[in-house]
């Protein structure tokens, strides 16, 4: 069993910057790549960005590349995201994914 537990989300203006962090517990959290996801309302989860197990390979969505960045630290079993210049249709809540594990989320709204 995995578990994920998501913070660092909140409200921000647009053009403003946040920290998200997954702390993950329950298996050798190096062995295995991570991702970030997100569902705004009415929408889709949608895939946001990935990270291998060492962090030499990392994907974004065409929609982020450039104004976030996915990295991890496997010393404290954590991955997290910096989100810079973030708009307002960014505004979603924000999940941590490994394998068919899922955290809880955490809401990132940012106004315009």
């Known amino acids: 069993q995995v578990q994920l537990v998501e913070s660092g989300g909140g409200l921000v203006q647009a053009g403003g910057s946040l920290r998200l962090s997954c702390l993950a517990s329950g298996r050798t959290f190096s062995s295995y790549p991570m991702g970030w996801y997100r569902q705004a309302p009415g929408k889709e989860r949608e895939f946001v960005a990935s990270i291998s197990r060492s962090g030499g390979r990392i994907l974004y969505s065409d929609s982020v590349q450039g104004r976030f960045t996915i990295s991890r630290d496997n010393a404290k079993n954590t991955v997290f995201l910096q989100m810079n210049s973030l708009k307002p249709e960014d505004t979603a809540v924000y999940y941590c994914?490994?394998?068919?594990?899922w955290g809880q989320g955490t809401q990132v709204t940012v106004s315009s």
């Open positions: 994914n490994t394998d068919i594990y």
